[in-house]
């Protein structure tokens, strides 16, 4: 799926302005630097205060700057709290240009000292200045304009000054910390659950600044000598702000395995696609479920199943490819995010990749357990353009990939029954039901000897804006729905009543209709089907019910019972589509079938391909030696055909038989074929030149 029109404009638009906002901040802070610094130097004054109180803050700024290099972890946006409440004490006494300084020394020699992070040192030491300024601005509206040579001095520290302290700590958060924001974290939409605890760390920042910045003004006033033991509080209040950080992170960690969970998978995501769409490149999900995961801890009890879970998350961190990173989402849920892809494909092989390592088999106190996981992948921006409908989308591929037991899917949009259009669809379908709209129309097949063998019905659906619905996209919805047994049942329904009118045109001709998974394991589907043929008064023999091998994968008990009380009922089974099944010959020996049906996909290169005839031939064989008869469907040719008919098929199906036709002309159909039944044109044509060869030469018909 591309993006639409009206997302692409808003995504240029972002790829245009977010990269530039981090260089515009800078250059707006280095010419406002330059500025004050010329202002100030050419009024006479000093850039910082000297004598004792200049050597006290300088020895104060040296030990919050080793504190933090000796943290030795990443600063995250929110900045520093010691940095912050110095610089300010600075800017109540001595001005702006002064208490940018002390900001820079301690942004910038940070930054020197984590030379990976120098790139966002700048940006924090440019949004310091921009907020340091709006800080001076908010003083100056109160007619307060202090300076190195004529620092801050009110009358008395009380009350009164109040006000210009929380004015110029406000405007120093507001403008500092929101810059940080839109510079450095993703464009979502919304408030993430880390800002979201950044605010309330920042409240403490800002508590701690009208606390403890106008008790260092005091103390550089009064008592320069003591600045440095204010490294106590400052640190203790970095130490405060690390805590509620930490606990932030442990919010965003799965307890169990340590492994990041689904918040942090979301946001992560999101910073994620800004990259790649910043740089044109896909970024992909992929959705890990194992399967039959409950059976073990019905079996072991959950304390192994935790044990296992901590297997699985450990083989999965060492399977990741480069770059990628994993997170648990809940129970047996796993999220592997590729911030950068090539393609569709090399997702899907990624995907695959993993699927195979979680596959192997594990030791749990001795006993040696296999588990098999599906997965789907979702690729941006192919499939979705944000973050909760990439994992959305996933998560429908994965439980495509476990219907199917074909273990990774990428993501159809054809196969997703939840987006708009489709649940739009999905509506329209029930109404066409409920107004009889959904017609049948009706497939032969025929045997080698022109016999009409029987007639497959085949649902058609013609919309009234969009024009004619491919059967396969209106019946994956039905089957994703829950739609898919009241689709049977009107299937079934008039069918037997399409049956019970041609039988009483005299023509008996057995009809099939094929049934999902889910209608054989619906309680009482037997009893339903015998009801029905009771009261259109039709002999079980004239249906045939048409079924995959899947309906033994989910159920393989309850499936069995209800294709037995069929079978006792009288109503013949086919196995449809077989070879592309996963077990075929474990099923096809467990089911009560009386007819098996080759899939198109092996016939119709039956005539140019050795291997796909090879496989036919030995379906065939094993087929009749069980008993069965053999129907090949896709025929299309007289050279299929011929070959068929010497590997010893029963019956083929077809285009070169007929395609599906409505009620109308296939009864035309039936009755014009009678008891002659069905020939080919080649052969009719063949007939037809015997005949006008052996009539004596100038004989006219009439």
């Not at 098996?596 to 065939?620: G, N, Q, Y």
């Not at 469907?633 to 285009?655: H, K, N, P, S």
């Not at 052969?683 to 005949?691: F, G, N, Q, R, V």
């Amino acid at each position: 799926m591309k993006p639409t029109d009206s997302a692409a404009p808003a995504s240029r638009l972002r790829r245009l302005v977010v990269p530039a906002l981090p260089a515009t901040i800078v250059t707006v802070a280095g010419l406002a630097l330059a500025t004050g610094v010329i202002v100030t130097l050419g009024a006479g004054d000093a850039l910082f205060p000297g004598r004792s109180v200049g050597w006290s803050l300088a020895i104060l700024t040296g030990i919050i700057v080793g504190h933090l290099v000796a943290l030795g972890r990443d600063r995250w946006w929110g900045g520093t709290g010691s940095g912050a409440a110095l610089a300010l004490a600075v800017l109540l006494l001595y001005g702006w240009v002064p208490a940018v300084l002390v900001s820079l020394s301690v942004v910038v020699l940070v930054g020197a000292a984590r030379r990976h992070r120098w790139r966002q040192a700048v940006v924090h030491g440019a949004v310091d200045i921009l907020g340091l300024g709006t800080a001076a601005l908010g003083l100056a509206a109160f007619g307060v304009a202090s300076s190195v040579r004529h620092p801050w001095a009110p009358s008395s520290w009380n009350l009164a000054v109040l006000p210009e302290v929380v004015v110029t700590a406000a405007g120093y958060l507001l403008v500092s910390r929101g810059l940080l924001w839109v510079s450095l974290t993703p464009r979502t939409g919304q408030l993430p659950a880390i800002p979201r605890t950044a605010v309330v760390r920042q409240a403490l920042v800002g508590i701690a600044l009208l606390g403890i910045s106008p008790l260092i003004a005091v103390c550089a006033i009064h008592a320069p000598l003591l600045l440095p033991l204010f490294a106590v509080p400052l640190i203790a209040l970095d130490s405060t702000l690390w805590i509620a950080r930490a606990r932030a992170e442990e919010q965003l960690r799965d307890p169990l395995t340590g492994l990041p969970n689904r918040q942090w998978l979301l946001e992560r995501t999101w910073t994620a696609l800004d990259d790649a769409e910043r740089v044109g490149a896909r970024s992909a999900l992929v959705l890990i479920d194992l399967d039959r995961f409950r059976s073990v801890n019905d079996t072991l009890g959950h304390l192994a199943g935790d044990r296992l879970l901590l297997q699985i998350a450990d083989r999965l961190r060492h399977a990741l490819p480069r770059g990628a990173e994993a997170a648990r989402l809940g129970g047996d849920e796993f999220a592997v995010l590729l911030p950068t892809t090539d393609s569709l494909t090399s997702s899907q092989r990624a995907a695959r990749h993993l699927v195979a390592a979680l596959g192997s088999p594990l030791d749990l106190d001795g006993l040696t357990l296999v588990l098999e996981a599906s997965a789907g992948v979702a690729v941006f921006p192919d499939h979705a353009l944000d973050a909760e409908g990439l994992l959305r989308r996933a998560d429908v591929a994965m439980y495509q990939a476990k219907r199917d037991r074909s273990g990774v899917e990428l993501y159809e949009a054809k196969r997703d029954g939840n987006t708009p259009d489709r649940l739009g669809l999905l509506g329209d379908l029930r109404r066409a039901l409920d107004a009889g709209d959904v017609e049948l129309h009706y497939q032969p097949k025929v045997g080698f000897d022109g016999h009409v063998a029987g007639l497959e019905a085949l649902v058609r659906w013609v919309h009234p804006d969009r024009g004619r619905v491919p059967p396969d996209e209106f019946i994956a919805i039905a089957e994703s729905s829950g739609l898919m047994p009241r689709l049977t049942e009107y299937v079934l329904e008039t069918a037997l009543a399409q049956v019970a009118r041609w039988r009483a045109m005299g023509l008996e001709v057995p009809v099939a209709v094929n049934v999902s998974p889910r209608d054989v394991h619906s309680p009482g589907f037997a009893g339903a089907v015998a009801a029905r043929l009771a009261r259109h008064r039709v002999p079980p023999g004239a249906l045939q019910l048409e079924i995959t091998e899947h309906v033994l994968l989910e159920d393989p008990q309850r499936a069995a019972d209800t294709l037995a009380g069929l079978t006792a009922h009288g109503v013949k089974m086919s196995l449809d589509d077989f070879g592309t099944g996963y077990s075929s010959l474990v099923h096809l020996r467990r089911l009560p079938v009386s007819e098996l049906k080759i899939d198109r996909s092996f016939v119709a290169r039956l005539a140019v391909d050795t291997e796909d005839a090879e496989i036919v031939r030995c379906t065939l064989d094993l087929a009749h030696s069980l008993g069965l008869l053999v129907v090949a469907e896709g025929v299309e040719d007289d050279e299929t055909w011929e070959r068929l008919r010497d590997l010893g098929c029963d019956a083929v199906q077809g285009w070169l038989v007929a395609a599906a036709m409505p009620p109308d002309e296939t009864t035309a159909w039936l009755r014009a074929r009678g008891e002659r039944g069905w020939q080919r044109e080649s052969e009719t044509a063949a007939l037809a030149a015997e005949k006008a060869a052996e009539r004596p030469s100038g004989q006219v018909l009439n």
